[in-house]
Every structure is written in C-alpha cells, then in structure tokens.
C-alpha cells in the first residue's frame, strides 16, 4: 500500500502537467477578458459549512463526504465543491460592502466518497466562476457564455447547453405539492434514496439517475407551470440574452442539478462524445445561500463549476491537445571528471541567462551523455572535450541538423543571445 496511490485518487506526472497547464491558461485567460479574479480557499472547511449550504438531503452531503473530527474535537471536511467556500469567503471578509458585482473563479482539488470511473475521481480538480450582488439574467448570461467560451477555446465545438428555471421559495411550494400528488401512488416503487427525498426534497426527485425512476417521472409537473412572475420575467431575460448572443441552447425542464442551493436559473454543458458521462459543466443561481451561510446578509449570487478531468479527457478523447515542446536548450556534454567544474560553472551562468539547460550527474561516457542530450530532447549540445578545452574553445552541435562549430568559452553566453 505504501507504493501505491488510494483508491480513487492519481498522481499528475510531469509528462501531463503541460497539459494541464494549457488547460489553467486557457481558463485564466478567459475570466480575466471577463473581468474574474482568481481565490484561493482551503481544501477543508468546517463540516456544518457544507451541510448548511450544499443542503443536507442531497448525495453530496449524505454520501460523499470526507468528513473528520480534528485534535480539537471539531468536525471538519475536505472540500466537495468550492461555491460554499467562495460564499463564505465573501462574507467573512466583507467583500460585499459596495453595490459593485464581486467576480470570483478558483481552480482546485475537491473530495468526493464517489465510485471512480473515467472522468471522475474521489480526488478531483474543479474549475468555478462565482458572481455575487448582482440580480438580474445578464449576469446569468455572462457566467454561461464565459463557461462556452472556454469549452470552445479549447476546440470543444460538438457542445449542448441545457437551461430551466427552478424558481424561487414564493412558487416553489406549490410545485412541491404537484410533485408529491403525482409521485405519491408510485412512492413503493421509487429507489430507497427517492423515497427519503419525497418529503424532504421531492424536486429531487426529477434528478435521480435511476432508470425505473427516470421513467415514473416522465410526465411530471413541470415548474415552469408554477412559476411567478418574478421567476418567468427573469427566465424570459435570460434566454434572450443568450439568443441575442448567438448561443444555441435547449429548455430541460427535468433539469434541476444536485445541490439544494439552487433557485431560479439552472444549467448544464455536455458533451455527446463522452458519452454516459458527457456532463463537462454545470451551475446556477444561488440566491439564498449567502443569508443561509451568514445568517443576516441577503445577497444574490451565481456560478458553475467545470470537471477539470473530464475536459481533459474530452481533449485526449478528440485529439485536441496541442503539441507541447517539452524540450531543453542546451545540454552539457563533459566526459571527462577534471572539467566539470568549468561545465558546471557554464551550465549555471547559461540558466542564469534564462536558458534551460541539463548536465550528467554521473560522468558517464560520452556517448551515453549524447544519448541522454536526444532523450531531454536538447536543441544544442555543449561538448567540453580535451581538445577543444586546450584551445579555451568548447564544441556546439546543433542537434536539429548534426552541424558544429567551435567556439570561445567565453563567447557562450552571447553565442545563445543572438540566436
């Protein structure tokens, strides 16, 4: 066990790290032309955090939390999503004191007790963007076109976005009671965890991936049927926004996301190519979850989040990944021990230079320190040989054509600047 990884979890090796530092750049990239600045929380926060604001009849909550007493008897849990964090963050340190919309995008580890598949791990990286104190459908807008462009831009084009309202607490209720009428003379039938959600939360009731259940709600009372006015106007203003913007989208009145925070807008990008998991992205409006967290302070807020290993996979799945030049500039080549001194000496003062340079440890022959140069994939090999080491030259080889030349040891430097 000692010499392998837990269950659920995976080391990112250096041969991946490029791509994922591609996918990072995108995305911040992105939020800053959308004006997000980029927060940092802890991995752990403490547990109640998350049972008060993710809501503590969903999966999430009754499942998949990694959830600690600590030395000091307090119950702590790693972070399974980062909206509460974000939002607890947010009033902690006051960053609601202007009228101003506070932007917010974070990118990290989350824990989840989940069975690992492709795409989703017990440890995973998430990419979300939060706005907060700003009301109306045009933020909503903003938050779904930054989530597309990013998909895009990454070359991501066969994508399916997928809108509903889930309206508010004043028309909530009574799409409540339409959903226990309809689903009450099936209530044997449900799965365990249904039967739990009916009187606790039977909206969930449309979201549960059991197929035998999926089927019994079809046809269920829609909530777009119950909505107020308030939830129809601000629905309406967000689908012409999107419209206006060119965004091809499809109303899913089914979808309600897993997480009980979520009032009025609703959304979900996928993917057909991933298949059953084809979900990359989803979120919505949260506008209650700041005065549940804070306990006096009302303000609206909305985000998403984005499953950093599912997009790569999708990435890896169509061949999008560019190539990545993984190679060095100049590799030492010193066959002989008496000299190293002066190859290390120029190996530090060419990195000092700002180039990337590597150099045997071991002394090795020279042909095992070429082999070692076309392994780190070098540009230019430096070979310090005794004959050239009596003239105070040094050899350059041009690794992309074999061509060499000899040159001053203390021309190096400026050798490589002027190329």
């Known amino acids: ?35 997000y600045k980029e927060i940092r929380t802890p991995v752990f ?5 998350f049972q008060r604001g993710i809501g503590d009849t969903t999966d999430v909550v009754e499942k998949e939390m990694y959830t600690f007493t600590d030395r000091g008897n307090r119950s702590i849990t790693l972070r399974p999503e ?28 989350m824990f989840r007790y989940d069975r690992p598949q492709a795409g989703r791990l017990r440890e995973f990286h998430q990419f979300g963007v939060e706005a907060l104190g700003v009301t109306g459908p045009n933020v909503d807008a903003e938050i779904i076109l930054l989530a597309v462009q990013v ?34 003379p099936h209530l044997e039938e449900l799965c365990h965890d249904c039967q739990g959600r009916f009187e606790r939360n039977p909206l969930r009731l449309l979201d549960c991936k059991n197929p035998h259940d999926h089927e019994l709600g079809m046809g269920a009372p829609s909530l777009e049927e119950c909505l107020c006015d308030e939830c129809k106007a601000h629905f309406a203003g967000l689908k012409e926004l999107l419209t206006a913007a060119g965004v091809d989208y499809e109303v899913d009145h089914n979808l309600v996301r897993g997480l009980d925070y979520y009032t009025k807008t609703a959304f979900e990008i996928q993917y057909a ?19 549940e967290i804070s306990g006096d302070e009302d303000r609206p807020g909305i985000g998403f ?23 060095i500039d100049v590799y030492v080549v010193c066959p002989k021990k008496e000299r190293f001194t002066l190859a290390f000496k120029m190996a530090i003062e060419l990195r000092r230079a700002g180039l990337k340079v590597e150099y045997d440890f071991n002394g090795r ?23 050239e080491a009596a003239r105070g030259n040094v050899t350059v080889r041009n690794m992309a054509d074999s061509q060499q030349q000899e040159i001053a040891v203390n021309d190096i430097i400026k050798f490589f600047q002027d190329k």
């Open 365 to 387: 022959s020279m042909k095992a320190q070429m082999k070692q140069a076309n392994k780190f994939q070098a540009k230019y090999v430096l070979i310090f040989g005794e004959d």
């Open 305 to 327: 989040a984005m499953g950093m290993e599912r997009v790569l996979l999708a990435l890896e799945k169509q061949q999008l990944l560019p190539a990545f030049d993984e190679g």
């Open 273 to 291: 190519p991933l298949g059953a998991q084809s979900a990359v992205c989803g979120g919505g409006r949260y506008d209650g979850l700041v005065k």
């Open 151 to 184: 998909l895009q831009s990454l070359g991501l084009q066969d994508l399916k976005l997928k809108i509903n309202s889930v309206g508010c607490p004043k028309c909530r209720p009574l799409h409540r009671e339409k959903l226990q009428a309809f689903f009450r």
């Open 1 to 35: 066990m000692l010499t392998t990884a837990p269950r659920g979890t995976k080391d990112i090796m250096p041969s991946d790290v490029s791509a994922w530092r591609y996918l990072e750049e995108t995305m911040r990239r992105i939020c800053a032309q959308y004006g």
């Open 45 to 49: 926060e403490h547990t109640e955090l």
């Open 82 to 109: 980062n909206t509460a964090s974000a939002v607890r963050a947010y009033v902690e340190h006051k960053l609601s004191k202007d009228d101003a919309a506070v932007k917010l995008y974070y990118m990290g580890p």
